[in-house]
């Protein structure tokens, strides 16, 4: 199995905070990666697929890039309702796995 | 509008059985990839199985290999996730996910499945 490490496990931010996080892959799975967030007790919502495109109505301070194993989520100004946890998916191979999760909570 | 509504979570004893739901609406269901994605209490999200549209393709989790079978009815908009010989770490939360390019561009609300005597 492809094996998701994302990090930081969390982290603590203020609104318009630039936020980074990071999943690295067990091996290369192309550009084969999504990112979702999560707010507590709802169903998560897409962000990002293909590391890069970003999901039609997802604002634009959210970016993803990388390719092969390593990979970033970037919250340009950080906003009220992006204070969760966030998952990034590989599609690459079966079966699909998950990070663990980062949790960005308010500083 | 899209939309996905799961039913059928419940309280089940181990080694019992349970039947999952998911009612499509809002978008043509038989053209998409299925999934259903499962959360247990106070932890991450993983990913339990796909089917195809037409269901000639379908892939799983190994810890639910040989226990869980997932399906669907096109002529219904339905998706199914038959669960069998539960086990307590199989509690979570149940979401189903349409695949717009890959898993979940729209979820539902998910269902909670709880395995305990």
């Known amino acids: 199995d492809i094996q998701m490490t994302q990090s930081p496990s969390s982290l603590s931010a203020s609104v318009g905070d630039r936020v980074t996080i990071t999943c690295r892959a067990s091996q290369g799975i192309g550009n084969a990666l999504a990112w979702y967030r999560q707010k507590p007790g709802k169903a998560p919502k897409r962000l990002i697929y293909?590391?890069?495109t970003l999901q039609r109505g997802v604002p634009s301070r959210f970016g993803g890039s990388g390719s092969g194993t390593e990979f970033t989520l970037t919250i340009s100004s950080l906003q009220p309702e992006d204070f969760a946890t966030y998952y990034c998916l590989q599609y690459y191979g079966y079966p699909r796995t998950f990070g663990q999760g980062t949790k960005v909570d308010i500083k | 509008e899209v939309q996905l509504v799961e039913s059928g979570g419940g309280l089940v004893q181990p080694g019992g059985s349970l039947s999952l739901s998911c009612a499509a609406s809002g978008f043509t269901f038989s053209d998409y990839w299925m999934s259903w994605v499962r959360q247990a209490p106070g932890k991450g999200l993983e990913w339990v199985a796909n089917i195809k549209h037409d269901g000639g393709e379908k892939h799983y989790v190994d810890s639910v290999k040989g226990r869980f079978t997932i399906s669907r009815d096109n002529a219904k908009n339905s998706l199914y996730l038959q669960m069998s010989t539960l086990r307590p770490e199989d509690t979570a939360v149940y979401y189903c996910a349409r695949h717009g390019g890959p898993v979940g561009d729209y979820w539902g609300q998910g269902t909670l499945v709880t395995v305990s005597s």
């Open positions: 293909d590391a890069s």
